[in-house]
Each structure stands twice: as C-alpha cells, then as structure tokens.
C-alpha cells in the first residue's frame, strides 16, 4: 500500500517542505511540494508535519498537506491496482494536479494551449485558410488580453465572459466573434481531451451581428465608376479590380487567383479558370471557369490589374467611390 510522508532539508526560515512516495521497501520517490514551505522552527520530525503550537499560517499548510497526502496515496493505490507505471513524474504531476497547476489528464489544459491544438486540428483537416486565421486572430486578442497570468479552459464562464468582452478594445461584433472562436475551443478541448470546463460554458451567450442592407452597384453606377475622373495609379488599379470583381462575380478573396497565367483558351475563346478560396463542405474542389467577353475582355485589353492585399483594396474602392460620387 502507498504511503506519502514529508520532510525538509534544511532549518531555515523559509525552508522548502519534499515528500516522499513509498510503493515498497525498495521503491521510493520524491518530489517538491509545489510552492509550499514553512520556517523550519515549527516542523515536526516526529509527525513529519508542521507542529500543532504553529501559528494559524503555518496550520493552514498542515491542513493542505493532510488533503494532498490522502490524494496521492488514493491516486497511487488506483493506479497499483490498474497496473499503471509510478515514477518521479507521476508523482510530481499529481502533486500539480491537486494544487491546480495541471489537469488530471496529464494535458496542459491552459486556454494558450487549447488554442494551439484547435488551429493544429483545423490546419490537418486542411480548412479554409481564413478559418484558420479566424483563430489564430482570437489567440492573439485573447493573449493581449491575458497579459502575464495564466488563465486555463475551467475559467471560462459567465463572468470570465463578461470581462473577456470588457477588456477587448475591439467594435462590438468582432469583440463577439473572438469570444465565440475562445468557447468554440474550449469546447473542443472539453470534449475531445477531457479537458475540465465550466459547468457553465455551454450557457455563454454571444450577440450575433446584425443583419445589415447590403450595398449593391446599380449598371449605371458602374458606368459612373469607369468614367470618373481618377489620376493616381493606385486608384486606377483599384477601380480596375472593382470593375471586374462585378462583372465576373467574384470575391475579395478571389483577387489573387485573378491572374494572366489562369487564362486559357478553348474552341477559340479565352476564359479565366480559377479555384475559389471559399468551397462548399463535404463535396470535391470546384474550379470556376469565366468566359472573357463583353465588358471583362474590354477590361482586360491592357492587361490585368496588379495584385493587391484585401485591406488595401477596401480602403482604395472607397476612395474610388467617393470620387465617382
């Protein structure tokens, strides 16, 4: 039968308190007692304990000591039972586990380390990229938000909710997308590692945005875009692709598949073929083909418009907008 006693190795006034697993005469281990010591005055070599005269204080580590000892000898004398392997480690780990510094399933559970695993999953099931950096955009605020403490997948509740919302210096609907992607994960962890959780996680309410009037582009807007008066190069290209982007349908996504090496030529005819960065699930990849006639071969007479990130080319549009009134 499994027996923890406790020692110290030094009379200091600070000194660190070790214990010591017995399995048997010839097995034994020992380990720190996570961020536990005691001055060495009041230690008791007779009961191996802090003694009963000891301040209050110090009685309060006595008591913490008792409720550990029973832990591992119980979690010792299970895994004896199952035929499970003890060393150092396992003791150090449950040693950490009573004192809520690790999970019981041996997995960091941290909400840092529920993230990685979430993104590394959605990585090997090969999703969408922007899903992926949907997540990895939730780490990051979530870890600004999180500063220097550590904050693990059990903290997540209603209240952790409300502060997480507080303490993001974001508009209000992305505040609530972050905080859909972090309970999304924590989930994920609960579900598939056994990951302790709030028994209140599932209750976490986010508002979702609104839906808004979407802005569409009437033929003779379009016209009043090709024909406004626009100098800059950069608002030409600009206008360019939001000329296209109309008459070919495509979204901003699919700007960087729009290049010259993607056109091909069939039965005398020119068309634009592309993958779409967005597919529907469950079915096999689509490649769209857009034959070049009418307002898109005259588009493309000198050539296409040159490549340009997503967030540049919503801000230029605008201006090109305003301009065209």
């Not at 209140?200 to 406004?228: C, D, M, S, V, Y």
């Not at 005259?298 to 090109?320: A, T």
Request: charged share 30%; hydrophobic share 35%.
């Amino acid at each position: 039968m499994a027996t923890l006693s406790y020692f110290l190795r030094s009379k200091s006034d600070n000194a660190t308190i070790y214990c010591r697993l017995t399995l048997d005469r010839k097995t034994q281990f020992e380990k720190k007692v996570s961020n536990l010591s005691i001055d060495g005055k009041y230690w008791s070599k007779d009961t191996k304990l802090p003694k009963q005269t000891a301040p209050a204080k110090i009685k309060s580590i006595k008591s913490k000591l008792e409720k550990l000892k029973t832990h591992v000898q119980d979690k010792a004398n299970e895994s004896l039972t199952n035929g499970e392997h003890i060393n150092s480690k396992w003791l150090g780990h449950q040693i950490d586990v009573y004192f809520g510094l690790a999970s019981e399933t041996g997995i960091n559970d941290t909400i840092e380390s529920a993230f990685d695993r979430y993104i590394r999953n959605l990585k090997k099931k090969e999703r969408a990229t922007n899903t992926i950096k949907k997540y990895e955009y939730a780490k990051k605020k979530f870890l600004i938000f999180q500063g220097k403490d550590k904050y693990r997948v059990k903290d997540v509740d209603g209240l952790f909710a409300d502060r997480f919302l507080d303490g993001l210096a974001l508009g209000e609907s992305t505040k609530n997308k972050v905080l859909r992607n972090l309970v999304t994960v924590c989930k994920y962890d609960r579900d598939k590692y056994g990951i302790e959780a709030s028994t209140t996680l599932n209750g976490i309410e986010t508002k979702r945005a609104k839906k808004i009037f979407k802005i569409h582009l009437e033929p003779k807007e379009l016209l009043q875009i090709e024909k406004a008066n626009i100098v800059s190069d950069y608002l030409q290209n600009a206008r360019k692709w939001l000329l296209l982007a109309c008459e070919v349908g495509i979204r901003i996504s699919d700007t960087k598949h729009i290049i010259e090496t993607n056109l091909i030529e069939y039965d005398g005819m020119q068309f634009l073929q592309f993958m779409p960065t967005k597919q529907r699930k469950g079915i096999d990849e689509i490649v769209v083909t857009i034959p070049i006639v009418g307002k898109v071969k005259e588009l493309l007479l000198d050539g296409f418009p040159r490549p340009i990130s997503h967030q540049k080319l919503n801000e230029y549009i605008k201006k090109v907008c305003e301009i065209a009134e």
